[in-house]
């Protein structure tokens, strides 16, 4: 069901823990399959990610899609980790069974709640009345088309 690189991120996933003085944390949660994702954020004054942690409670796809986001994002400036989508994270896994994908979904809404929370903070906005990231309802960024891989494309 899952490729080589999936089972190696979930079996082996980077980044894996929290940042207690993260400047920038994002929740998000599917209540459908009931896999949770947090991301921790350090950002420095050019705001470059200097480190980056998450937390999942879910299945093997969730667990290896918030590491390859994580390993995506380190070291990028805040406007560049933006630009990754859950299209980039899925292909950089070599690709997710389709019902599957909506865990890239999640690793994407996470980091954009992270990036809002930063963003929050440093306009002096209490973390506390920070939207949780839960539906995506705040998120500034436009919505996208759902991500249809290759491999599910051909099944068609």
Same mark, same amino acid.
Request: with cysteine; aromatic share 6%; hydrophobic share 35%.
């Given at each position: 069901? =899952? ?5 190696? =991120?979930?079996?082996?996933?980077? /980044? ?14 599917? !209540? ?8 921790? #954020? $350090?950002?420095?004054? /050019?705001?470059?990610?200097? $480190? ?13 899609? &918030? ?20 299209? $980039? ?8 069974? !389709? ?12 980091? %954009?709640?992270?990036? #809002?929370? =930063? %963003?929050? %903070? ?13 539906? /995506?309802?705040?998120?500034? =960024? ?9 491999? &599910?494309?051909?099944?068609?």
């Amino acid at each position: 069901m =899952y490729n080589d690189k999936v089972v190696d =991120y979930f079996m082996n996933p980077r /980044n894996v823990g929290s940042i207690a003085t993260a400047n920038g944390v994002g929740e998000v949660g599917n !209540p459908r399959c009931g896999d949770v994702m947090k991301i921790y #954020l $350090d950002v420095d004054e /050019n705001e470059v990610i200097k $480190d980056v942690k998450f937390e999942t409670f879910g299945c093997a796809a969730a667990i290896a899609t &918030s590491s390859m986001a994580t390993e995506m994002i380190k070291g990028l400036t805040i406007d560049e980790a933006l630009r990754i989508t859950n299209r $980039d994270v899925a292909n950089e896994l070599g690709g997710l069974p !389709p019902q599957k994908l909506h865990c890239s979904l999640l690793a994407e809404e996470a980091l %954009r709640a992270a990036i #809002l929370d =930063y %963003r929050n %903070r440093k306009d002096g906005i209490p973390h506390e009345k920070v939207c949780a990231g839960c539906c /995506n309802a705040c998120s500034e =960024y436009e919505e996208e088309e759902p991500y249809v891989s290759e491999t &599910s494309r051909a099944a068609d």
